[in-house]
């Protein structure tokens, strides 16, 4: 439906932004993402709107039992060590959980939409990743150095591509998803535009 559409499509493009899109909420430890408030939406939304045949949805899919039993055991570890750390590292330790949690919820999601939705999905995710791509090799001819950051407690670089994660490893992780995705996604992307991706996302990754 709209609604479903409109999510995905300010998901895809609140994505790139990465790490240039958080949201301080108790001093500087504790952090939420734009993309983490628009999945919780999402996925809460749509959990809801399909209570009725979620249980049958979760009992079907092979991925449901793994999920629960590592979720299972992420709160299990919070509350055997809750009187061994202070509130606000229990607070951030169940939010990394939280997060996970629902990220998890929005394969689910996803997964059933319908399939133009899912194809918007796919086509959107490619954008997204040339975004990611582009925003990183401007950071990288503009402002090479970015040791200064190191004020801010993120780690001190100097001519490698970090932004828009903040995290050299972490931003080339999601380029080489990105790299297969538009190597595998069975969509109809013009050939130029195929050809356009890899290369920008391919010279990124170097």
Not at 23 to 40: M, P, Q, R, W
């Amino acid at each position: 439906g709209f609604k479903n559409r409109l999510f995905l499509v300010l998901l895809l493009i609140i994505f790139p932004f990465g790490q240039l899109a958080r949201i301080n909420l108790i001093g500087s430890e504790v952090v939420i993402h734009a993309n983490d408030i628009l999945v919780g939406l999402f996925v809460s939304s749509w959990f809801f709107l399909n209570r009725k045949i979620l249980p049958g949805i979760l009992k079907e899919d092979s991925l449901t039992k793994p999920l629960a039993i590592l979720i299972g055991a992420m709160f299990l570890s919070l509350l055997v060590n809750i009187s061994q750390y202070s509130f606000q590292h229990i607070l951030i330790s169940s939010l990394y959980s939280i997060r996970f949690m629902v990220y998890a919820g929005l394969y689910f999601v996803v997964k059933n939409l319908p399939e133009q939705e899912k194809k918007l999905a796919k086509f959107g995710f490619v954008y997204a990743i040339l975004a990611v791509a582009v925003i990183g090799l401007i950071q990288y001819v503009v402002m090479p150095d970015v040791s200064f950051f190191a004020a801010t407690a993120w780690d001190d670089h100097f001519y490698r591509l970090v932004f828009p994660f903040m995290d050299p490893g972490f931003t080339g992780a999601i380029l080489v998803l990105g790299l297969l995705a538009i190597f595998n996604f069975k969509i109809n992307l013009h050939k130029y535009l195929r050809y356009g991706a890899l290369s920008v996302v391919f010279i990124a990754m170097m």
